[in-house]
C-alpha cells in the first residue's frame, strides 16, 4: 500500500504507476515464465520420451530380474556361450560386417597371413649359405670314397646333405604353430570380453579353451615332427618333379644363366604401400612414400597418385636383411644392399625401410621374396681361418670333384624344391586340422558341458559390481524420466 501510495503520489511517476512496483514486476515474470515453459515443454517432452523409449529394451530383462534366481543364471550361460561360440566363428571365418576390425588383420585373416606369407619367408630363411653348402657335398663326397678314387657321383652324398636339409624345417614349422597358437589366444581372449558382466564365467571360460588350444598344440607339434620324419624316411628319387642324375649334370652348365630368372616372364606389379625411408638424411628421415613393388624394379613415389617418381632401383643381385630400430627411426626395419658392396641408392650402400607395424614388414618381405629378393644368411659361429680356407679352395681344384659337387647341388636344391613345397602345403593343413577346426569343434559342441562339469556354475554366474550398479542406474533413469512425463 505505501509503494502504490509513493507512485501515485509522485509526479514523475503518477502517470504510470499501474506498471510500477512489486505486483507489476510479479505478473511479468510470471508470464515471461509461462511463455517460457509452454515453448520448450514439448521438445522437453519429446527428449524424454526418445530416452525412455531408448531404455525400455535395456530396462526390459532387468525390471523383475532377480540376481540370484537360478533359471534366469542358466538362461544367461547360455545366451553367453552361444554368443561366444558365433563371435569365434566369425573371428576365424570372416562371416558378417558386425565389429569388423579396420586398424589391423584379426582373427582368421591373421592366420591366412601366416600361412602364405610369414611361414613361406621363414623356410627361405633358413636356407643354408650356398658356400657352406658346396663345402659340405665335397666333404660327404669324399668321406663316402675313402681311401678309393671316386669315378661316379655317390647317390649316398645327396641323401646326406638332403636329409640334413629336411631336418631343419622343423624349426620355420614349429614357430608356424607357435604363430597361430598366440592369434588363436588372442581371438579367444577378444571374444570372452563381451562375458565380463560375469567375470568368473569368462576366466573360466577362457582357462577351458585356452589349455584345449594348448593340448591340441602339442598334438599339432608331434603331427608336424611327423611329417619331416616322413621325408626323412624315403627320398622318393622317382618323383615326376625330381630331375634326376642324368640332367643334374646337364643343368650344371646353364643353372647360372637360367636359374635366377625362372617365373619373370613379365615385369608383374608385386605389392603398392606406404614405407619410410630412415638414411636420408635428418630432414628426409622417417618421411613416407608410395612404394611399388615389381618382379623387377622397386619404384617409390611421393603419393599414392604415382605422378612423381622419386627413384626406380632394379632388383638383381640385391638382398635383404632385418634392422634393430633406433632412437631416430619409428617402426619396424629392414634394409635392402648389394652383397658385393656396390652402392644400391646414390651414395648409398643400402635402403633402409621401416613399415609402422610388424604385419606390414612381414608382408612386404614375402613380397620381396617373390620378386627374388631373398634375405642375408645367417652366418654360423666359428667361421674358418684364413689360412685353412686357402687350403680348401686348393683342394676343391679337382674339376671331377667340382662336378660332382655341381651334379649334387642341382639334385638337392630339385629334390628341396618338392620337400618344401609340400611342407608350404600340409603343415597349414595340419594345422588347421588338428588346432584351428578343432578348438572351433570344442567351443561348439564341449565347452558348455565342460563348464557344467566344475560343478560351480552357480558362482561363475555371480554378477560384477559394476554390472549390479549399472542395473540399478539404468532402473533409477528409467523411472526418473517416467515420472517427468507424468507432471
Given at each position: 500500500a505505501a509503494e502504490r501510495k509513493f507512485f501515485l503520489s509522485h509526479p514523475s511517476y503518477r502517470h504510470m504507476a499501474d506498471r510500477c512496483g512489486t505486483v507489476f514486476l510479479q505478473k511479468q515474470l510470471n508470464q515471461q515464465l509461462t511463455n517460457h515453459i509452454r515453448e520448450t515443454l514439448p521438445s522437453l517432452r519429446?527428449?524424454?520420451?526418445?530416452?525412455?523409449?531408448?531404455?525400455?529394451?535395456?530396462?526390459?530383462?532387468?525390471?523383475?530380474?532377480?540376481?540370484?534366481?537360478?533359471?534366469?543364471?542358466?538362461?544367461?550361460?547360455?545366451?553367453?556361450?552361444?554368443?561366444?561360440?558365433?563371435?569365434?566363428?566369425?573371428?576365424?571365418?570372416?562371416?558378417?560386417?558386425?565389429?569388423?576390425?579396420?586398424?589391423?588383420?584379426?582373427?582368421?585373416?591373421?592366420?591366412?597371413?601366416?600361412?602364405?606369407?610369414?611361414?613361406?619367408?621363414?623356410?627361405?630363411?633358413?636356407?643354408?649359405?650356398?658356400?657352406?653348402?658346396?663345402?659340405?657335398?665335397?666333404?660327404?663326397?669324399?668321406?663316402?670314397?675313402?681311401?678309393?678314387?671316386?669315378?661316379?657321383?655317390?647317390?649316398?652324398?645327396?641323401?646326406?646333405?638332403?636329409?640334413?636339409?629336411?631336418?631343419?624345417?622343423?624349426?620355420?614349422?614349429?614357430?608356424?604353430?607357435?604363430?597361430?597358437?598366440?592369434?588363436?589366444?588372442?581371438?579367444?581372449?577378444?571374444?570372452?570380453?563381451?562375458?565380463?558382466?560375469?567375470?568368473?564365467?569368462?576366466?573360466?571360460?577362457?582357462?577351458?579353451?585356452?589349455?584345449?588350444?594348448?593340448?591340441?598344440?602339442?598334438?599339432?607339434?608331434?603331427?608336424?615332427?611327423?611329417?619331416?620324419?616322413?621325408?626323412?624316411?624315403?627320398?622318393?628319387?622317382?618323383?615326376?618333379?625330381?630331375?634326376?642324375?642324368?640332367?643334374?649334370?646337364?643343368?650344371?652348365?646353364?643353372?647360372?644363366?637360367?636359374?635366377?630368372?625362372?617365373?619373370?616372364?613379365?615385369?608383374?606389379?608385386?605389392?603398392?604401400?606406404?614405407?619410410?625411408?630412415?638414411?636420408?638424411?635428418?630432414?628426409?628421415?622417417?618421411?613416407?612414400?608410395?612404394?611399388?613393388?615389381?618382379?623387377?624394379?622397386?619404384?617409390?613415389?611421393?603419393?599414392?597418385?604415382?605422378?612423381?617418381?622419386?627413384?626406380?632401383?632394379?632388383?638383381?643381385?640385391?638382398?635383404?636383411?632385418?634392422?634393430?630400430?633406433?632412437?631416430?627411426?619409428?617402426?619396424?626395419?629392414?634394409?635392402?644392399?648389394?652383397?658385393?658392396?656396390?652402392?644400391?641408392?646414390?651414395?648409398?650402400?643400402?635402403?633402409?625401410?621401416?613399415?609402422?607395424?610388424?604385419?606390414?614388414?612381414?608382408?612386404?618381405?614375402?613380397?620381396?621374396?617373390?620378386?627374388?629378393?631373398?634375405?642375408?644368411?645367417?652366418?654360423?659361429?666359428?667361421?674358418?681361418?684364413?689360412?685353412?680356407?686357402?687350403?680348401?679352395?686348393?683342394?676343391?681344384?679337382?674339376?671331377?670333384?667340382?662336378?660332382?659337387?655341381?651334379?649334387?647341388?642341382?639334385?638337392?636344391?630339385?629334390?628341396?624344391?618338392?620337400?618344401?613345397?609340400?611342407?608350404?602345403?600340409?603343415?597349414?593343413?595340419?594345422?588347421?586340422?588338428?588346432?584351428?577346426?578343432?578348438?572351433?569343434?570344442?567351443?561348439?559342441?564341449?565347452?558348455?558341458?565342460?563348464?557344467?562339469?566344475?560343478?560351480?556354475?552357480?558362482?561363475?554366474?555371480?554378477?560384477?559390481?559394476?554390472?549390479?550398479?549399472?542395473?540399478?542406474?539404468?532402473?533409477?533413469?528409467?523411472?526418473?524420466?517416467?515420472?517427468?512425463?507424468?507432471?
Amino acid at each position: 500500500a505505501a509503494e502504490r501510495k509513493f507512485f501515485l503520489s509522485h509526479p514523475s511517476y503518477r502517470h504510470m504507476a499501474d506498471r510500477c512496483g512489486t505486483v507489476f514486476l510479479q505478473k511479468q515474470l510470471n508470464q515471461q515464465l509461462t511463455n517460457h515453459i509452454r515453448e520448450t515443454l514439448p521438445s522437453l517432452r519429446d527428449k524424454l520420451q526418445r530416452q525412455m523409449l531408448g531404455l525400455e529394451k535395456e530396462v526390459a530383462q532387468y525390471k523383475h530380474f532377480q540376481p540370484n534366481d537360478p533359471s534366469i543364471k542358466t538362461k544367461a550361460m547360455l545366451q553367453m556361450i552361444q554368443h561366444l561360440q558365433q563371435d569365434f566363428e566369425r573371428a576365424i571365418e570372416g562371416s558378417g560386417a558386425d565389429g569388423v576390425n579396420t586398424m589391423e588383420l584379426s582373427g582368421g585373416a591373421k592366420i591366412n597371413r601366416l600361412f602364405h606369407e610369414r611361414f613361406p619367408y621363414e623356410i627361405v630363411k633358413m636356407e643354408i649359405d650356398e658356400k657352406v653348402l658346396r663345402k659340405e657335398i665335397a666333404f660327404a663326397i669324399r668321406n663316402i670314397h675313402g681311401i678309393r678314387v671316386g669315378l661316379f657321383t655317390p647317390d649316398m652324398a645327396f641323401e646326406a646333405i638332403v636329409k640334413t636339409q629336411i631336418g631343419r624345417l622343423r624349426e620355420p614349422s614349429l614357430k608356424c604353430i607357435d604363430l597361430v597358437v598366440q592369434e588363436l589366444t588372442n581371438v579367444v581372449r577378444a571374444v570372452t570380453e563381451k562375458m565380463q558382466r560375469y567375470p568368473r564365467l569368462r576366466e573360466e571360460a577362457e582357462r577351458i579353451i585356452t589349455t584345449y588350444i594348448r593340448e591340441k598344440e602339442q598334438a599339432c607339434k608331434e603331427q608336424v615332427m611327423l611329417l619331416v620324419d616322413f621325408q626323412l624316411a624315403y627320398m622318393n628319387t622317382n618323383h615326376e618333379d625330381f630331375i634326376g642324375f642324368a640332367n643334374a649334370s646337364s643343368d650344371s652348365q646353364n643353372a647360372e644363366n637360367t636359374g635366377k630368372k625362372l617365373g619373370k616372364v613379365t615385369n608383374q606389379v608385386i605389392r603398392k604401400g606406404y614405407m619410410a625411408i630412415n638414411n636420408l638424411g635428418i630432414t628426409a628421415r622417417n618421411k613416407n612414400y608410395w612404394f611399388v613393388l615389381s618382379s623387377e624394379s622397386l619404384s617409390w613415389y611421393k603419393d599414392g597418385e604415382e605422378k612423381e617418381k622419386k627413384f626406380m632401383l632394379p632388383l638383381e643381385q640385391l638382398k635383404l636383411r632385418d634392422l634393430e630400430s633406433s632412437f631416430m627411426s619409428r617402426g619396424h626395419m629392414f634394409a635392402i644392399y648389394n652383397p658385393e658392396g656396390r652402392n644400391v641408392f646414390k651414395d648409398f650402400k643400402t635402403l633402409d625401410l621401416s613399415c609402422e607395424t610388424q604385419d606390414d614388414m612381414d608382408s612386404w618381405k614375402a613380397s620381396f621374396l617373390r620378386a627374388g629378393v631373398y634375405p642375408e644368411k645367417q652366418t654360423s659361429e666359428g667361421t674358418v681361418g684364413e689360412g685353412e680356407e686357402e687350403g680348401e679352395r686348393r683342394e676343391s681344384v679337382d674339376p671331377q670333384l667340382e662336378r660332382q659337387v655341381e651334379t649334387i647341388r642341382n639334385l638337392v636344391d630339385s629334390y628341396m624344391k618338392i620337400v618344401t613345397t609340400s611342407c608350404k602345403d600340409q603343415v597349414p593343413k595340419i594345422i588347421m586340422f588338428l588346432m584351428v577346426n578343432d578348438a572351433k569343434a570344442f567351443i561348439n559342441g564341449e565347452l558348455l558341458a565342460a563348464l557344467y562339469s566344475t560343478g560351480d556354475t552357480q558362482n561363475m554366474m555371480e554378477e560384477s559390481a559394476d554390472e549390479a550398479l549399472k542395473r540399478e542406474e539404468m532402473l533409477r533413469m528409467y523411472h526418473a524420466c517416467k515420472e517427468a512425463l507424468n507432471i
